[in-house]
């Protein structure tokens, strides 16, 4: 196999995490450049590999596994929330793990005409799966309210109504050089800054596009029903927005019912998920060779005997 074109974030601690084992089944929810599955098909698993995109999906077609037939790597043109009528459909009820490494990739960031990032001008686009409505298409449609609350929810910008007043007054907007500058400059942007204002706007706006809360939040959901008694469920996040999602959904799922003889006794399920992790970080080590992962976060936790929760 031909190396990825990009360095997986916490790589070591993520199969430390699901700990494979020859003939497990491990569904990596979003393939990505295909870092985690090679070294999940290098212990020996067979892959379920998911990813909108379909260039992501394009790149694994030409992998080629020696010495057997058929690979041991199963691609899915689908979103990750998908995943359990998909696998259902497969004939595959139960799985022995799921990672998901949530956000945008590397891939898709290097691509000036994917419309992602800032680095380089490109057009306004920003869908990982390259239909649907792009970033310019809501950039230049929706009303100045509803940019200003996307802006704020998603990229927690307390200047979010400044901001969109500016997106107005210069619409239409057709690059993301464009969408740079007209937000630098209603923030003031200087040039010593440590951060470039522009990225709380780029974040939220591409979360926006690709509706990728709700994704993760049903893909986790998905992840519960799929796993099996001791299956791994791992996640790496970016953001606070999405780690605040993951652990909650894991304390909860993780949760035990409070014995009190002052309250009265209700019903409730035992836990889902038991031995969940502390938010784990990269190290030194890691952050020199590779200064992307600087805010990921990964979360893990293994599935219990109970059935999964009906509203996961």
């Not at 689908?78 to 009528?85: G, P, T, V």
């Not at 942007?189 to 780029?202: E, N, V």
């Amino acid at each position: 196999m031909t190396g990825a074109p990009h360095i997986p974030v916490l790589l070591d601690e993520v199969i430390e995490a699901l700990d494979p084992q020859p003939g497990d089944v491990i569904i990596d929810a979003t393939f990505g450049a295909g870092g985690y599955t090679r070294a999940l098909l290098e212990r020996g698993a067979t892959v379920h590999a998911f990813d909108r995109d379909p260039d992501a999906i394009a790149s694994g077609r030409t992998w080629r596994e020696t010495g057997e037939n058929p690979p041991r790597l199963i691609l899915h043109p689908h979103r990750f929330s998908e995943m359990l009528d998909v696998m259902t459909s497969a004939g595959l009820a139960r799985v022995d793990g799921v990672v998901m490494d949530i956000g945008v990739s590397s891939m898709q960031l290097d691509q000036a005409e994917r419309g992602f990032a800032f680095s380089s001008d490109g057009p306004l686009d920003m869908r990982m799966s390259q239909d649907g409505e792009s970033a310019a298409d809501f950039l230049n449609s929706a009303d100045e309210s509803t940019i200003a609350d996307v802006i704020y929810q998603y990229g927690e910008e307390r200047q979010s109504r400044r901001v969109a007043r500016a997106i107005v007054a210069a619409r239409p907007l057709e690059t993301t050089g464009e969408l740079a500058r007209v937000v630098r400059k209603a923030l003031g942007h200087k040039p010593h800054d440590k951060k470039d204002p522009a990225t709380r706007t780029f974040q939220a706006i591409r979360i926006h596009v690709n509706g990728e809360l709700d994704e993760l939040s049903q893909g986790l959901s998905a992840a519960e029903h799929l796993l099996c008694e001791g299956g791994r469920l791992a996640v790496v996040s970016f953001h606070s927005l999405e780690d605040r999602i993951v652990k909650r959904y894991l304390r909860e799922a993780s949760s035990t019912p409070s014995a009190s003889r002052h309250v009265p006794m209700v019903t409730q399920d035992d836990p889902v998920f038991s031995k969940v992790s502390k938010a784990i970080k990269p190290g030194k080590a890691e952050l020199e060779r590779n200064p992307r992962a600087r805010s990921s976060v990964l979360r893990h936790a293994t599935r219990t005997a109970t059935p999964a929760r009906e509203a996961a």
